[in-house]
């Protein structure tokens, strides 16, 4: 792969136009992507127009009845086989990856086996769980329940984690028997193309997986808008969902909704604080902070704050740029994130850019962590999307939920305690949609989704299975 190689769309089971030429579909314009490690161009592909959505979807019309109609068994062995088709192309993935997003190699790592786990997940449960039940009502009575495809499905992805988050979306899709136009971010398009490609090749019929690049004003305002579209997914910003909510309300059809998160990671004095901490920064580098469910928002009690801000900080010193975390992926949430450090003096550690060394050539910002905030100040309220960490200080119980539940978010929160039931019975009253105690996992089988301007709907998970189904009954009377 060079930095020339050019990019089409995939309609219909291959690249699109089919002519084999240069020229872009319709005409129509590329788009360059960027390495965010060294802010060199990278490759590029085809702005999609409402006229590539039009075809995408056609082509998904065509193909979904067929698919549909497969067994939950054959459509299981057709996503095992794409579920094998990641795994075994996971170098070029990550290749792909990296080249867009500037992503450590751990990192991507676990993204690509995360992608290849929705495949795996789904293809087991849909066996179990896509299908419906018998309704008893007496003799002379047959009453049962049946899950159905919505028939076209559009997914918009975005650019932080452009592969898990198609996955994430399109395993329980497709496991349902649903037809997908997807529209990745532009900033990073490729490895979902390279996606599609290796469905094909796994056995997916032509035109049930689609995938249309470009811009979401043009491509992805289309996708929304389009008729032929009976349901939509999208993960990204809060303007942007509210955007697609209204579309969506106007269609009268179902949406699902990931957005923004500022996540409470709470910690109480008699908890492992060596594995909170951990945690903690953890939160910061993953991803470099570009994740909506990070908790960076740490709430510590009052008796341990320093200590834990403290160690907190010794462990963020010694993060490397492109060992331990990666750069920002866009050139947009680069500068939006130093707009926030600019306006916030008093940072404990980081604040800034890096000025000297490779990770000056890049996107890179020093992973930063502000002490006792105000929680009414903008860094404490607003989704910074970047390697910055606030904590708060809570006197009691009473006080950690109060901070926990201050904020216009709700997608996930953390919680450590040496006092399990403390911990559960917090659980239950955060307001969030996902809460991990003590370290608890959140994995494939979890279901993922917000509370508030976090979004509504839930991805992972059986939820996940059903919110791609709707549920039909049919009664007939035997005599």
């Not at 201050?406 to 307001?431: F, H, N, Q």
Request: with cysteine.
């Amino acid at each position: 792969m060079t930095a020339t190689t050019r990019h089409r769309h995939w309609i219909d089971g291959g690249d699109a136009p089919p002519d084999g030429g240069d020229a872009p579909p319709d005409g129509g314009s590329r788009l360059t992507t960027l390495d965010p490690a060294t802010r060199e161009p990278g490759d590029e592909i085809a702005a999609g127009t409402a006229a590539d959505v039009d075809r995408a979807v056609a082509a998904a019309e065509r193909a979904r009845h067929g698919w549909a109609a497969l067994s939950p068994a054959g459509r299981s062995a057709v996503l095992h086989r794409i579920a094998d088709a990641i795994e075994a192309d996971a170098d070029t993935l990550m290749d792909l990856e990296r080249a867009c997003t500037g992503k450590i190699p751990a990192q991507l790592r676990l993204e690509v086996d995360l992608s290849a786990q929705y495949f795996r997940y789904y293809a087991g449960v849909v066996r179990a769980a896509g299908q419906g039940s018998v309704v008893e009502q007496g003799a002379g009575v047959h009453t049962y329940t049946r899950y159905e495809p919505y028939g076209v499905v559009g997914v918009i992805t975005p650019w932080n984690l452009p592969l898990n988050q198609a996955c994430r979306a399109l395993a329980p899709a497709l496991a349902m028997g649903n037809a997908v136009v997807a529209k990745p971010s532009e900033f990073t398009s490729v490895s979902t193309l390279r996606l599609a490609r290796l469905a094909s090749r796994a056995g997916l019929p032509d035109g049930v997986l689609n995938v249309v690049t470009g811009t979401g004003p043009e491509a992805g305002a289309a996708l929304a808008a389009h008729p032929g579209v009976r349901r939509l997914a999208f993960t990204g910003s809060v303007a942007t969902g509210r955007r697609l909510a209204e579309v969506a309300a106007g269609r009268l059809i179902p949406l699902t909704l990931e957005l923004g998160g500022k996540s409470p990671l709470l910690v109480f004095a008699d908890a492992d604080l060596e594995r909170a901490v951990a945690a903690a920064v953890a939160a910061l580098a993953a991803n470099s902070g570009q994740v909506c469910s990070a908790t960076t928002r740490l709430l510590v009690e009052e008796s341990v704050h320093d200590e834990v801000v403290e160690r907190v900080v010794a462990a963020v010193e010694k993060l490397q740029p492109g060992v331990d975390f990666g750069p920002l992926i866009t050139e947009a949430q680069y500068e939006k994130v130093l707009g926030f450090l600019a306006g916030t003096p008093g940072a404990v550690t980081g604040g800034g850019p890096y000025t000297e060394g490779p990770a000056a050539r890049g996107l890179y910002i020093r992973p930063t962590v502000y002490a006792r905030v105000d929680p009414a100040a903008r860094i404490a309220r607003e989704e910074v999307f970047g390697p910055v960490l606030v904590t708060m200080a809570f006197r009691d119980e009473a006080d950690a939920l109060a901070l926990a539940n201050d904020t216009d978010y709700g997608l996930v929160a953390a919680l450590w305690s040496g006092d399990l039931a403390r911990g559960l019975r917090l659980a239950e009253r955060i307001d969030a949609g996902q809460v991990a105690v003590n370290g608890g996992p959140l994995t494939v089988e979890t279901p993922f989704g917000g509370y508030k301007r976090s979004g509504y709907g839930r991805e992972k998970g059986l939820a996940a299975l059903h919110e791609y189904a709707q549920l039909k009954t049919v009664s007939a009377q035997l005599w």
